[in-house]
């Protein structure tokens, strides 16, 4: 029972990762002006965060008696987001608060990468276990 809890929490991670990042973010840019579609990322970002930190352990310590690796690779996006969250988010934000634009693009491009690795380790996980 628990290996299908584990599958079922790991789809949830790979989807809703997926979704925020290609639909819930582009939504917000296309349906409210920029300054508007930012506040409110500012606001949803924390969560966001969070939602994977919590998904992503859950999912290790569901993986845990039936698969070290997935275990592991799902333990290492949880503890990966904790940075995310703490150190990079706010830096991104005091860059585009403080008119940074080169280093706001650095550090958004860093964000987006390790989401996108998020991401292709869940579709990993997930593909090599069909």
Do not use: E
């Not at 506040?39 to 919590?54: D, E, G, H, Q, S």
């Not at 934000?93 to 990468?113: E, I, K, M, P």
């Not at 996108?116 to 069909?130: E, F, S, T």
């Amino acid at each position: 029972m628990t290996l299908s809890f584990a599958v079922l929490t790991t789809a949830l991670l790979f989807g809703g990762m997926s979704l925020y990042s290609f639909g819930f973010a582009a939504f917000l840019f296309t349906a409210f002006p920029p300054q508007a579609a930012g506040a409110a990322l500012r606001k949803a970002f924390p969560w966001f965060y969070v939602f994977v930190m919590a998904t992503a352990a859950l999912a290790a310590l569901l993986w845990w008696p039936h698969d070290r690796l997935s275990a592991a690779l799902m333990a290492a996006v949880a503890l990966s987001t904790l940075p995310l969250r703490q150190w990079l988010m706010p830096a991104i934000n005091r860059a585009t608060d403080g008119g940074q634009r080169r280093r706001f693009q650095w550090l958004h491009s860093l964000s987006v990468v390790v989401t996108l690795a998020h991401i292709a380790a869940c579709g990993w996980l997930l593909a090599r276990i069909v």
